[in-house]
């Protein structure tokens, strides 16, 4: 399938997180945040190399300390991707953070206590093309918006967004990016959905404390990708109660589903019923679990029997029907050549290796051409 996303998204002002831009045409960034100790240098370096291994943007860091901050410039030498510094109430840590290379500061101007100190912090941001990113969670609210709502609501969350948004202002400060998280679904789509209105800079997505692994993942597929439907949204952040890595690949997932980004294979598969061919559950099981270490973006159709099998084959790139006494395998739409049970798993395996080996062939060939 290559049908186009039909979304529209938002057009917003453009921001750079290092290398990654951020908003405008630009791809919608993957992203997520370290679970490590930061002052353990060697925990976080590694936690964030696997979350570049699994396809990750942008990585934000917690900078609780002076002491974190220090370790914060250790990883920034020794790691490629571009870095958040996660910082509350200590306008210090921001300025070391800033003198060490950090990408982005997440930070509330609002919690930085005097107007001396935010203008710093400002200041050292415009300097050294520092973008913010201004973070409002529905757990963090001002004590003076608890007493004027009473609970979170979107609007609450949209004029604290506000205020700090106000003070940027104040200060001519463009350059940021503003998420509104809760962990109510519906707070949080309100809430971006009226400042997506209000403001032109980029908006981070994410429903905050989403839940573990199955339930967060269903929570963040639903709240995103209804404001992904409606164009909003920049970049993301999947937040789970599991391994870091785990939010990358959700992330993509969501974005491939609504054809916004591609990353790795693309896997229609049935459900199974008494009509396959063969067992479908173990063999995708078995192919996600192969094939996770590919990039290249591609639909790949497993479908057990004659039914629905040859039609999503034939818009598939690779496509697998079974059939009996043996399975019949598309490639490009087209039927190819018959595979066995015994062995099914790794011919499909192989079979899809050597069509990513391929495209990757041409598409270093299209390089070298352009740099002749």
């Known amino acids: 399938m290559k049908q186009e996303s039909p979304i529209k998204r938002r057009q ?25 100790n930061t002052c353990d240098v060697d925990a976080t370096v590694g936690q964030i190399e696997a979350l570049q291994e699994a396809g990750a943007d942008i990585v934000r860091v917690s900078v609780p300390s002076m002491e974190a901050a220090e370790a914060f410039g250790q990883i920034r030498s020794r790691v490629s991707l571009p870095l958040v510094a996660d910082i509350h109430f200590d306008h210090k840590i921001a300025l070391r953070v800033a003198e060490l290379g950090v990408d982005c500061l997440r930070i509330n101007p609002g919690n930085i206590g005097r107007e001396d100190r935010v203008s710093a912090v400002i200041n050292a941001a415009r300097d050294r093309g520092i973008p913010i990113r201004i973070g409002v969670n529905a757990g963090s609210l001002e004590k003076s918006l608890q007493r004027k709502y009473g609970e979170p609501t979107a609007d609450a969350l949209v004029e604290s967004a506000m205020r700090h948004i106000d003070i940027l202002d104040r200060h001519d400060f463009q350059d940021f990016k503003v998420s509104l998280k809760a ?14 209105s209000q403001i ?3 908006l981070h997505l994410g429903i905050t404390e989403a839940g573990g692994f199955r339930s967060g993942t269903v929570k963040s597929s639903i709240g995103l990708g209804m404001l992904l439907m409606d164009g909003i949204g920049d970049t993301i952040r999947v937040s789970l ?14 974005l491939k589903s609504l054809r916004l980004r591609s990353r790795g294979i693309n896997f229609i598969a049935c459900p199974s019923c008494s009509r396959q061919n063969f067992d479908v559950i173990q063999t ?6 192969r094939l996770e270490d590919v990039n290249t973006s591609m639909d790949v159709a497993i479908i057990g029997c004659i039914v629905n099998g040859p039609g999503e084959a034939k818009v598939a790139d690779i ?50 051409r352009s740099g002749e």
Do not use: C
Request: charge should be negative.
């Open 284 to 289: 995708m099981n078995d192919l996600e679990a």
């Open 183 to 196: 962990s109510e679904v519906f707070m949080t789509v309100e809430a971006y959905r009226k400042i997506a």
């Open 12 to 36: 917003s002002r453009q921001i750079m997180v290092g290398n990654v831009p951020v908003g405008g045409d630009a791809p919608i960034a993957v992203q997520s945040m370290t679970n490590t």
């Open 319 to 368: 496509g697998l029907t079974g059939g009996s006494p043996k399975n019949l395998f598309y490639m490009d739409g087209k039927p190819n050549q018959k595979l066995d049970n015994s062995t099914l798993t790794e011919d499909l395996e192989r079979l899809i290796r050597e069509e990513v080996a391929r495209r990757k062939e041409q598409e270093d060939a299209i390089i070298a």
């Open 200 to 202: 032109e800079q980029p």
């Open 241 to 254: 109660a599991a391994d870091p890595v785990q939010e990358i690949k959700v992330g993509f997932d969501i």
